[in-house]
């Protein structure tokens, strides 16, 4: 039997994930304290148990994603000091990427290995936390502003939930979609959790649509598009109704209402909202410092116009850390990936889709804290995964 101090360490560690994933979408106060007591409960914990041949086990453990993580440190670092960094944000964010990502994934997977909280506990907080921003967006197109922060928003404007844009508004409920389809039961559509999960499923889908994140949108069609050729030879009945019904759905949406068309319309178009100007801008800045790059948030100073973000993953490492932290990022992808295709991994292959394609549009992959946080969740989910729960 657990004992009452035991107890009181697993309730306070669940109460602060689960603070942490709710606030996730909100990057609100709360994110940034549950983040900070997440990592000091390990520290804490650690050395008040002396637990360090644990601490060290699990770091040999994951020695491959750790060591990958550090060689991209020493890159930032090395980057930032050639370019002399002093006086910007860019030792700030770099300190920020080694407790809001890497401590903080340390904390999931040294209290998951201790029996704190299990994998689907930690879904079950995700559903909620998205459930509530889903919610949040109805709210918002009914209304006109969202419950929480009163964000303004419409059907015509974009919803923005509680979030603080459409893009990353839409970038999570990409990732509701994702979740909610993954979780219908294809071979019993009408039980009482199926019709659970497929009414969030839709309205997912709908403040998706209304967020008009077109970067979501793609991601998303990529990642479905990839699991129907994936499963093509399993799909029975049921399933393909179901992806009929939804296509059919989504097809009858864009064909009726004009916002939408038109946002479509600009997406067929080549409307990149200056994205190829943005990117044709960084690439000449990579020509000019190729193997280092210019430092962490250095495009704040030498970026486009009035733009602050390159809006392209693969560009945005080459122009922060160059060829270096190109080469280190692609093994970093090479190390997750052969972890996934080790536990035959589908579900976290699609995630790594869409998130992927997303941020060759969107998401900042060096300064977007709400980023790491997604990243952090992935990964914990792809290395906690043993070949048995195939």
């Given at each position: 039997?657990?004992?009452?101090?035991?107890?009181?360490?697993?309730?306070?560690?669940?109460?602060?994930?689960?603070?942490?994933?709710?606030?996730?979408?909100?990057?609100?106060?709360?994110?940034?304290?549950?983040?900070?007591?997440?990592?000091?409960?390990?520290?804490?914990?650690?050395?008040?148990?002396?637990?360090?041949?644990?601490?060290?086990?699990?770091?040999f453990k994951y020695?491959?994603?750790?060591?990958?993580?550090?060689?991209?440190?020493?890159?930032?670092?090395?980057s930032n000091?050639?370019?002399?960094?002093?006086?910007?944000?860019?030792?700030?964010?770099?300190?920020?990427?080694?407790?809001?990502?890497?401590?903080?994934?340390?904390?999931?997977?040294?209290?998951?290995?201790?029996?704190?909280?299990?994998?689907?506990?930690?879904?079950?907080?995700?559903?909620?936390s998205l459930s509530i921003q889903v919610f949040d967006g109805i709210y918002q197109s009914i209304y006109g502003y969202d419950f929480f922060k009163h964000n303004i928003g419409d059907l015509q404007k974009g919803l923005?939930?509680?979030?603080?844009?459409?893009?990353?508004?839409?970038?999570?409920?990409?990732?509701?979609?994702?979740?909610?389809?993954?979780?219908?039961?294809?071979?019993y559509l009408l039980?009482?959790?199926?019709?659970?999960?497929?009414?969030?499923?839709?309205?997912?889908i709908f403040c998706l649509l209304f967020s008009y994140s077109r970067g979501a949108w793609v991601s998303l069609f990529i990642v479905l598009a990839s699991a129907f050729l994936i499963n093509i030879k399993s799909l029975n009945k049921n399933q393909f109704i179901l992806i009929f019904l939804l296509v059919l759905i989504v097809f009858i949406v864009f064909l009726n209402i004009d916002s939408l068309a038109n946002r479509f319309?600009?997406?067929?178009?080549?409307?990149?909202?200056?994205?190829?100007?943005?990117?044709?801008?960084?690439?000449?800045?990579?020509?000019?410092?190729?193997?280092?790059?210019?430092g962490i948030d250095a495009f704040r100073t030498y970026g486009y116009r009035s733009f602050t973000?390159?809006?392209?993953?693969?560009?945005?490492?080459?122009?922060?850390?160059?060829?270096?932290?190109?080469?280190l990022w692609g093994i970093f992808h090479i190390i997750i990936l052969k972890r996934i295709y080790y536990n035959y991994d589908l579900m976290s292959f699609y995630f790594l889709i869409f998130i992927f394609i997303n941020t060759l549009f969107d998401r900042s992959v060096t300064t977007g804290k709400v980023f790491w946080s997604i990243f952090v969740l992935?990964?914990?989910?792809?290395?906690?995964?043993?070949?048995?729960?195939?």
């Open positions: 039997m657990l004992s009452y101090k035991y107890i009181n360490q697993y309730s306070i560690y669940n109460f602060l994930l689960f603070i942490w994933v709710v606030s996730v979408p909100f990057k609100n106060a709360f994110y940034q304290i549950s983040t900070a007591l997440l990592v000091l409960f390990l520290i804490v914990y650690v050395v008040l148990k002396k637990d360090y041949i644990h601490l060290k086990q699990l770091l020695k491959s994603l750790f060591f990958i993580l550090f060689l991209l440190l020493c890159s930032m670092t090395i000091l050639v370019n002399d960094m002093i006086g910007t944000k860019a030792w700030i964010i770099e300190l920020s990427f080694i407790y809001k990502f890497v401590l903080l994934l340390l904390s999931f997977l040294f209290f998951y290995s201790k029996d704190f909280f299990s994998r689907k506990t930690l879904l079950f907080f995700i559903i909620i923005t939930g509680a979030t603080y844009g459409r893009t990353v508004y839409g970038f999570f409920m990409g990732l509701s979609t994702i979740i909610f389809y993954l979780s219908i039961d294809k071979n039980n009482k959790k199926n019709i659970f999960f497929i009414f969030m499923l839709l309205i997912s319309n600009l997406l067929i178009n080549n409307n990149s909202s200056y994205r190829y100007d943005i990117w044709l801008h960084t690439i000449n800045l990579i020509e000019e410092k190729p193997f280092l790059g210019w973000s390159v809006h392209n993953s693969l560009l945005e490492i080459l122009f922060t850390m160059g060829l270096v932290g190109f080469i992935l990964l914990f989910f792809i290395f906690t995964k043993e070949k048995k729960e195939l």
